[in-house]
């Protein structure tokens, strides 16, 4: 190897990184993110659905089901937070718990669960836009909503997210989240708690704390922090800017958050999806929240977080055909730039 090849350039960056908790390797590679298109959106700008069409803006009026859930503002006579069955669900509701089946050498199961829609009020008014107080009605609702979805029995696992634009996946532009309650865990939660719980039966930790205790020294990857929560961009992300909100104090699940402590997480979403809009100017992007499984309460090996995603980068031969992520931007680099903008 020649002398050249062996100096590291600090503004080039290209390696493999592995994820501790998956296990799953991911390319950084700013070499790429010098190419005109990096960033941009491709193709025509698709005309925004004018608020008289939306079924969200009023919901009831566009056919939808009653709220299951609603919050008001204070001195308000009108919803600000509402919860309806979705319209159009991924799972049915059956009385009866699914069963595993074979099929020959094939496993299935009955997708029986719920599929629920968090709308906030303002057609206009995404979450990076919303006050903390906003904010924190929203999260009670998950809260709430998930404490009623997890006593069924048939309930395995409860999906948190939102989706943002139409590269993120939103088929509405109204401001709004989704709940899914499934019969199974999904294969990601099931390789990280698998991960932590490897790696609590060797070190006795629990590993989202180590790593958080690893960042918070070195300071090169934390973008924000308050009393109780952390945002980082992950050593190993999978996406530029890929952006994380940890409780600082050890926790397994989210809809235990004590109250005191909900304005906090909205402090730290809301300044999160804030710089990430500042930098990326608007991108359209999925956040979700990974807690653990409705069976599993308090475990010492799981850490929930939100995961923040935007989406500036689509996949194309190296990603399909490894299955490993390219990301152009090196996590140092994008907490660098978060933390400029605020």
């Not at 009623?148 to 709004?176: Q, S």
């Not at 999160?272 to 100017?281: C, D, E, G, H, T």
Request: aromatic content about 10%.
């Amino acid at each position: 190897m020649s002398k050249t090849a062996n100096k590291k350039d600090k503004n080039i960056v290209s390696e493999f990184r592995r994820d501790l908790v998956s296990g799953d390797w991911i390319l950084i590679s700013s070499l790429r993110n010098t190419r005109p298109h990096f960033l941009s959106k491709k193709g025509k700008v698709k005309k925004k659905a004018s608020i008289k069409n939306c079924p969200f803006e009023d919901p009831q009026k566009s056919g939808n089901a009653d709220p299951v859930l609603q919050y008001f503002k204070p001195l308000s006579k009108d919803w600000f937070v509402q919860v309806i069955p979705n319209k159009y669900p991924l799972l049915l509701k059956n009385k009866l718990c699914a069963s595993f089946d074979l099929e020959g050498v094939h496993q299935r199961i009955d997708a029986i669960g719920f599929h629920e829609i968090v709308i906030t009020r303002d057609h206009k008014k995404n979450l990076e836009k919303m006050s903390p107080d906003e904010i924190t009605m929203i999260l009670k609702a998950y809260q709430e909503r998930y404490k009623t979805m997890e006593k069924n029995k048939c309930i395995d696992y409860i999906l948190i997210f939102y989706n943002k634009g139409e590269l993120a996946g939103a088929t509405v532009e109204h401001p709004h989240s989704q709940i899914v309650a499934m019969p199974i865990t999904p294969p990601d939660v099931s390789s990280s708690i698998s991960g932590g719980s490897d790696f609590f039966k060797k070190y006795k930790k629990c590993i989202h704390c180590a790593i958080l205790d690893r960042e918070i020294k070195e300071k090169k990857r934390v973008v924000f922090q308050n009393k109780h929560f952390i945002t980082i961009n992950p050593y190993a992300s999978r996406v530029p800017y890929e952006t994380r909100i940890f409780p600082l104090k050890h926790s397994s699940d989210f809809e235990e958050t004590p109250e005191n402590q909900i304005v906090y997480l909205a402090e730290a979403l809301k300044d999160a999806l804030k710089r990430i809009s500042k930098v990326l100017k608007n991108p359209d992007y999925n956040f979700f929240i990974h807690t653990s499984a409705v069976n599993m309460k308090n475990v010492p090996y799981y850490h929930w977080h939100i995961e923040i995603l935007p989406r500036t980068y689509k996949w194309a031969g190296m990603e399909l055909g490894t299955g490993i992520e390219v990301v152009v931007v090196p996590p140092e680099k994008a907490a660098e730039h978060l933390r400029s903008v605020l």
